[in-house]
């Protein structure tokens, strides 16, 4: 016995406008599948065995655009559903399946939108300190943010975290011990540090709120997933951390 199901008729009917649906004897219709015929005012009809049915075209029979027409051009990555247009309410994860916009993999990257943002401005601010080597450190910056962008949309592991020519480790290091490597303590934030201190330490914060958000999306039963961009993140933020205290240091000078 075969089985007529929501999913089916949604991609069977979604560009056809029928005021019935007939089926054989031997088809069973699920109970999801008769309310959207219901919800459709389509009217449902199950044929006798002694009824003749119409003769149905073979699979080779069928035109190109009519096989076409079965094909869904997205679909909801969780619950089921097939949609013509994508609705406003609904965004792309990966290839055609849709979810929710607050979706926590759409709300991660919605701060690693907001995060780019935030970089291109203290990018602006340094520019007008005349700080370029600020600029160009933001540049390397703004680029492993969009490398870790795109590893999580197109769903690609990320390459090694290498930035300000440090690697994870020494990133890692230099954070943790800024009195060897600036010979400084570590730093309480401050209005007084001046502008470009404190607009670096927002983006280290907002990088910080990224990582939540990474967290979030990425978080199973079992663990998490995407370590690397988890670590990334967390890299990331030891990165500005060093900006910040070469910023207060004196590393960052005006036309250095």
């Known amino acids: 016995m075969s089985v007529l199901t929501e999913a089916s008729l949604r991609a069977e009917l979604k560009n056809k406008k029928i005021s019935q649906y007939i089926v054989g004897p031997d088809i069973k219709v699920t109970p999801s ?58 965004t792309q994860l990966y290839g055609n399946k ?22 291109m401005e203290v990018q602006l601010a340094a520019s007008k300190h ?35 020519e440090l690697g994870e480790k020494e990133l890692r290091e230099m954070s943790h ?10 730093m309480l934030p401050s209005w007084e540090m001046g502008e470009l201190a404190v607009l670096l330490n927002s983006i280290r914060s907002t990088i910080r709120e990224t990582e ?12 998490v997933n995407r370590i690397d961009i988890i670590k990334a993140l967390n890299r990331l933020s030891s990165c500005l951390y060093i900006m ?4 207060l240091t004196g590393y960052y000078k005006e036309e250095r």
């Open 33 to 90: 599948a008769r309310q959207y015929l219901k919800e459709r005012d389509i009217e449902l009809i199950i044929k006798d065995k002694d009824e003749k049915t119409e003769e149905v075209p073979k699979k080779d029979e069928i035109k190109v655009d009519e096989r076409e027409c079965l094909k869904p051009k997205y679909y909801a990555a969780y619950g089921g559903g097939y949609f013509a247009d994508k609705p406003e309410y609904m």
């Open 244 to 247: 910040l205290l070469r910023q």
């Open 98 to 119: 849709l979810v929710f916009k607050d979706h926590p993999h759409i709300v991660l990257r919605g701060k690693l939108d907001s995060l780019q943002s935030k970089i």
């Open 177 to 186: 011990n800024p009195q060897k490597y600036f010979n400084t303590k570590h």
């Open 130 to 164: 005349k700080s370029m080597a600020l600029v160009k450190d933001l540049d390397e910056v703004l680029i492993l943010c969009r490398n870790i962008m795109r590893a999580e949309v197109l769903n690609e592991p990320l390459e090694d975290i290498k930035v300000l």
């Open 212 to 223: 939540i958000a990474a967290i979030k999306a990425f978080k199973t039963e079992d663990g």
